[in-house]
């Protein structure tokens, strides 16, 4: 009993731990708990204040039966009986759980003894109609050793008052069991609570494990692997149900193990089944169990020479495990980590991605040498590490130790966060430069433009005022493409005076391609309107083709409607004829099309039809479009 002072303490933290949902009662239950809450409120609080972390659980149990005795007739003796049963039936039946576990100062009988009689007195001064139920723990576990399932069952129809994990524990195994029996009791060899409610360690959020082992020794129509799948997402679907109807929140763990499987791993010595055996206790057993529990506790279930072998070398093989593990986190995983944000980097810079042995040299000449973003000790780590995987790889060293790794793994956290860094670098300094070069581009292409209207050499400075006077003023290009203009010049020469922003860059983007755009169009049509005037239509037969004459050569189709068009070239001639023609290809026109400044005037003298004929035919038509 001296646990009560030092537990006293703990009895408040205990108390504001989360109980399990109440179950769903019967609305008879219901009513009385509404009922009597308060007095088993009052009763609850006296017997923490009292006992402290020795009571593991109170609850409500359900009013005996009572037995119909009206009849007539009935005699002084029924009577009497009748007033017994009315007065039993009045009672407040309360089930308080003892935790027996610590207890070595006196033996359970002792133990047992000394509660009920204060409880029960506790009882009485709270309300004359508590009748209280003292049971240790052990008993709860040893009724279960001896097949006994009448307090589980009670447990199972209770009202918790006040719970640490058992009563509700208890109360959802007992549920799932008949569930689970009820269905496949013929498959069923033991039903076993294990885990840490039987050790005493559950907690109101603990979950609930159990082990359920299945016959496979008579199985026939299917095999050992499909009948254990079956009955285990049947048995793990009950374990839902059951939740559900207790309304217990905890998880229901479901082990599903076959019994052949069982058996193996217990002549194996595998600890898990040790631990099934020792801590486990039966819900549900047909003789499997208890004598397997008895005999490990009498020293009869041992290991075999063979297991104790093999659990010897497990040791040494876990630790080299162990090891490999190590080196492959220092070879590959940390290895990698590093190299392809590396290799990423180097993308977006515009280089293709070099070899991983050529990576650390690459970087250095870039990011450290040429554009100076980078600090040289950020490549001594890759470079460390490519050296590191290459002499593992090639076996010049065997294994990593744990402090290499942790070495490793904190120069990588290191080395990636400035590669985070080196990224925005990088995307700023693209950004930068893209400015810099739309504005080239636009300047160019709007000088091209400027080129067709007659304009041959502008200055930088003098660009808006010739675009304004030239295209604009004339309704040659839309007005609102000179304010795409100004944003473009305004970047660049923010860009200079290193004062250009992201959403400046944006802007800049937008208004300079849409004017490219633009520009680009109306250059097409301009010289699409010139050429049409330097071309002679010509009709041979039923076929059409076309002569180009440009400043000193003329170009020839035969054909304008062949899949596969043939061209000629051939000089003009001082006299206005076309000398000898030969095979061309359309790059030769594209590139003399460009040395063209249009508008340029095209004569056409009589000497060119003679070549005309010579060329196409006699019987030729022609058409000079203008």
Same mark, same amino acid.
């Given at each position: 009993?001296?646990?009560?002072?030092?537990?006293?303490?703990?009895?408040?933290?205990?108390?504001?731990?989360?109980?399990?949902?109440?179950?769903?009662?019967?609305?008879?239950?219901?009513?009385?708990?509404?009922?009597?809450?308060?007095?088993?409120?009052?009763?609850?609080?006296?017997?923490?204040?009292?006992?402290?972390?020795?009571?593991?659980?109170?609850?409500?149990?359900?009013?005996?039966?009572? &037995?119909?005795?009206?009849?007539?007739?009935?005699?002084?003796?029924? @009577?009497?009986?009748?007033?017994?049963?009315?007065?039993?039936?009045?009672?407040?039946?309360?089930?308080?759980?003892?935790?027996?576990?610590?207890?070595?100062?006196?033996?359970?009988?002792?133990?047992?003894?000394?509660?009920?009689?204060?409880?029960?007195?506790?009882?009485?001064?709270?309300?004359?109609?508590?009748?209280? !139920?003292?049971?240790?723990?052990?008993?709860?576990? !040893?009724?279960?050793?001896?097949?006994?399932?009448?307090?589980?069952?009670?447990?199972?129809?209770?009202?918790? &008052?006040?719970?640490?994990?058992?009563?509700?524990?208890?109360?959802?195994?007992?549920?799932?069991?008949?569930?689970?029996?009820?269905?496949?009791?013929?498959?069923?060899?033991?039903?076993?609570?294990?885990?840490?409610?039987?050790?005493?360690?559950?907690?109101?959020?603990?979950?609930?494990?159990?082990?359920?082992?299945?016959?496979?020794?008579?199985?026939?129509?299917?095999?050992?692997?499909?009948?254990?799948?079956?009955?285990?997402?049947? %048995?793990?679907?009950?374990?839902?149900?059951?939740?559900?109807?207790?309304?217990?929140?905890?998880?229901?763990?479901?082990?599903?193990? %076959?019994?052949?499987?069982?058996?193996?791993?217990?002549?194996?010595?595998?600890?898990? &089944?040790?631990?099934?055996?020792?801590?486990?206790?039966?819900?549900?057993?047909?003789?499997?169990?208890?004598?397997?529990?008895?005999?490990?506790?009498?020293?009869?279930?041992?290991?075999?020479?063979?297991?104790?072998?093999?659990?010897?070398?497990?040791?040494?093989?876990?630790?080299?495990?162990?090891?490999?593990?190590?080196?492959?986190?220092?070879?590959?995983?940390?290895?990698?980590? %590093?190299?392809?944000?590396?290799?990423?980097?180097?993308?977006?810079?515009?280089?293709?991605?070099?070899?991983?042995?050529?990576?650390?040299?690459?970087?250095?000449?870039?990011?450290?040498?040429? $554009?100076?973003?980078?600090?040289?000790?950020?490549?001594?780590?890759?470079?460390?590490?490519?050296?590191?995987?290459?002499?593992?790889?090639?076996?010049?060293?065997?294994?990593?130790?744990?402090?290499?790794?942790? $070495?490793?793994?904190?120069?990588?956290?290191?080395?990636?966060?400035?590669?985070?860094?080196?990224?925005?670098? #990088?995307?700023?300094?693209?950004?930068?430069?893209?400015?810099?070069?739309?504005?080239?581009?636009?300047?160019? #292409?709007?000088?091209?433009?400027?080129?067709?209207?007659?304009?041959?050499?502008?200055?930088?400075?003098?660009?808006?005022?010739?675009? @304004?006077?030239?295209?604009?003023?004339?309704?040659?290009?839309?007005?609102?493409?000179?304010?795409?203009?100004?944003?473009?010049?305004?970047?660049?020469?923010?860009?200079?005076?290193?004062?250009?922003?992201?959403?400046? #860059?944006?802007?800049?983007?937008?208004?300079?391609?849409?004017?490219?755009?633009?520009?680009?169009?109306? #250059?097409?049509?301009?010289?699409?309107?010139?050429?049409?005037?330097?071309?002679?239509?010509?009709?041979?037969?039923?076929?059409?083709?076309?002569?180009?004459?440009?400043?000193?050569?003329?170009?020839?189709?035969?054909?304008?409607?062949?899949?596969?068009?043939?061209?000629?070239?051939?000089?003009?001639?001082?006299?206005?004829?076309?000398?000898?023609?030969?095979?061309?290809?359309?790059?030769?026109? @594209?590139?003399?099309?460009?040395?063209?400044?249009?508008?340029?005037?095209?004569?056409?003298?009589?000497? &060119?039809?003679?070549?005309?004929?010579?060329?196409?035919?006699?019987?030729?038509?022609?058409?000079?479009?203008?």
């Amino acid at each position: 009993m001296a646990k009560k002072k030092s537990q006293s303490k703990n009895t408040k933290s205990k108390e504001t731990l989360p109980e399990p949902q109440t179950p769903k009662l019967t609305p008879e239950m219901e009513k009385k708990l509404k009922d009597i809450k308060s007095t088993l409120d009052k009763f609850k609080k006296k017997i923490l204040d009292k006992f402290g972390d020795y009571i593991t659980g109170i609850a409500l149990l359900p009013p005996e039966k009572q &037995v119909d005795k009206e009849k007539e007739g009935k005699d002084e003796k029924e @009577e009497k009986n009748e007033k017994e049963s009315k007065k039993q039936s009045q009672k407040i039946n309360v089930l308080v759980l003892v935790d027996d576990t610590t207890s070595k100062k006196m033996s359970k009988e002792e133990l047992k003894e000394k509660f009920s009689t204060i409880i029960e007195k506790l009882a009485k001064e709270t309300d004359e109609k508590i009748a209280t !139920q003292s049971l240790l723990l052990s008993e709860l576990w !040893q009724n279960c050793y001896d097949g006994k399932g009448d307090l589980l069952k009670l447990i199972a129809m209770s009202a918790p &008052v006040y719970d640490t994990g058992v009563l509700s524990g208890v109360k959802i195994t007992e549920i799932h069991k008949s569930m689970v029996l009820k269905k496949f009791e013929k498959y069923i060899v033991s039903y076993v609570l294990v885990g840490s409610l039987p050790r005493g360690k559950a907690t109101p959020t603990s979950d609930i494990d159990v082990w359920i082992i299945i016959d496979d020794t008579d199985v026939k129509k299917m095999t050992r692997a499909e009948l254990k799948d079956k009955l285990r997402a049947i %048995i793990m679907g009950m374990a839902l149900e059951a939740g559900e109807i207790t309304g217990i929140k905890n998880k229901l763990s479901c082990q599903v193990h %076959i019994l052949t499987d069982v058996w193996e791993s217990l002549k194996e010595a595998n600890p898990v &089944v040790f631990t099934f055996l020792r801590d486990g206790v039966p819900f549900f057993d047909r003789g499997m169990f208890m004598p397997w529990k008895l005999m490990l506790k009498m020293g009869k279930v041992k290991p075999s020479r063979e297991a104790i072998d093999m659990f010897m070398s497990t040791g040494d093989q876990m630790l080299k495990r162990v090891r490999g593990r190590i080196k492959d986190m220092g070879m590959e995983d940390i290895y990698y980590s %590093i190299l392809t944000p590396s290799q990423a980097a180097l993308m977006l810079y515009g280089l293709p991605p070099p070899i991983p042995t050529e990576t650390p040299e690459v970087m250095k000449h870039i990011f450290v040498d040429k $554009e100076k973003i980078l600090e040289p000790e950020y490549v001594k780590i890759l470079e460390h590490n490519v050296d590191l995987r290459k002499k593992l790889e090639h076996g010049d060293k065997k294994e990593l130790t744990g402090k290499e790794l942790d $070495e490793l793994l904190q120069n990588a956290e290191k080395y990636l966060k400035r590669i985070q860094r080196l990224f925005k670098q #990088i995307e700023k300094t693209h950004q930068e430069e893209s400015v810099a070069k739309l504005y080239d581009e636009v300047v160019t #292409i709007i000088r091209d433009v400027l080129n067709l209207e007659g304009v041959e050499k502008t200055k930088d400075e003098e660009i808006i005022t010739f675009f @304004e006077d030239k295209l604009i003023s004339t309704g040659k290009v839309p007005a609102r493409y000179l304010r795409d203009l100004n944003e473009v010049i305004d970047a660049k020469k923010d860009y200079e005076l290193g004062k250009l922003s992201k959403a400046e #860059i944006e802007k800049a983007r937008k208004g300079g391609s849409n004017l490219i755009k633009f520009l680009i169009e109306h #250059i097409q049509r301009k010289r699409g309107r010139e050429l049409d005037r330097a071309k002679i239509k010509i009709k041979h037969g039923d076929k059409f083709g076309e002569i180009i004459l440009l400043d000193k050569i003329a170009f020839i189709f035969r054909d304008i409607d062949a899949k596969e068009k043939t061209l000629l070239k051939a000089p003009i001639n001082t006299d206005g004829s076309l000398g000898t023609t030969e095979n061309a290809t359309l790059e030769e026109f @594209e590139k003399e099309l460009v040395k063209i400044k249009f508008p340029q005037r095209v004569f056409i003298k009589e000497t &060119v039809f003679e070549s005309i004929k010579n060329i196409f035919g006699g019987d030729v038509e022609v058409l000079v479009s203008h």
